[in-house]
Nanobody
Framework: QVHLVESGGGLVQAGDSLRLSCTAS??????MGWFRQAPGKEREFVSA????????HYQDSVKGRFTISRDNAKNTVYLQMNSLQPEDTAVYYC?????????????????WGQGTQVTVSS
């Protein structure tokens, strides 16, 4: 059984940092990353990283503030979020892909986590 378990969300003030973690079990995955969904908004892509960490993507709004990384020995992907803004408030979902196709990953990841809440106050 594939399970993705996120942790690290919380309530912080604008300008603060959080580090999200997602640990996968039941398989290994070529691409791991994060989506988010704010209240009243559609779910959107945030960041993703390939198996060898050579291919990394970020949504434009988080470039320069967020850093994605992974530890394959732990089957875990991380999202370091700095300079958080109220607009970053959302449920953050871990998502993984089996194949090297980035476009297919963005359109439909293979598996999803249950999400972790990030709330940024002003």
């Amino acid at each position: 059984q594939v399970h993705l378990v996120e942790s690290g969300g919380g309530l912080v003030q604008a300008g603060d940092s959080l580090r999200l973690s997602c640990t996968a079990s039941g398989g290994t995955f070529y691409r791991m990353g994060w989506f988010r969904q704010a209240p009243g908004k559609e779910r959107e892509f945030v960041s993703a990283i390939s198996w060898d960490s050579n291919t990394i993507h970020y949504q434009d709004s988080v470039k320069g503030r967020f850093t994605i990384s992974r530890d394959n020995a732990k089957n875990t992907v991380y999202l370091q979020m700095n300079s958080l803004q109220p607009e970053d408030t959302a449920v953050y979902y871990c998502a993984v892909g089996i194949t090297p196709s980035y476009s297919e990953y963005v359109k439909r990841p293979a598996y999803w986590g249950q999400g972790t809440q990030v709330t940024v106050s002003s």
